[in-house]
């Protein structure tokens, strides 16, 4: 199995200033991988969530 790993920065915390490049690469994305601290809610999935399609996102430390 092969893949590509692509690192896209969520800026600085507002969702509409995400680059239209991040805002492709993560609608197109078949896992979202995002850092979340144990019992704490993911300050980068919440500015990504509307360009995630269902059932792609994938949280974890």
């Given amino acids: 199995m092969s893949g590509r790993l692509i690192g896209v920065g969520t800026g600085p915390g507002d ?4 680059t239209l490049k991040a805002v492709r690469a993560i609608a197109m994305a078949d896992v979202v991988a ?18 995630i399609r269902p059932g792609r996102g994938r949280g974890g430390a």
Avoid: Q
């Avoid at 969702?15 to 995400?18: D, G, I, T, Y």
């Fill in 15 to 18: 969702p509409e200033l995400l």
């Fill in 34 to 51: 995002y850092f979340a601290k144990a019992g704490n809610a993911s300050n980068a999935r919440a500015i990504v969530a509307d360009h």
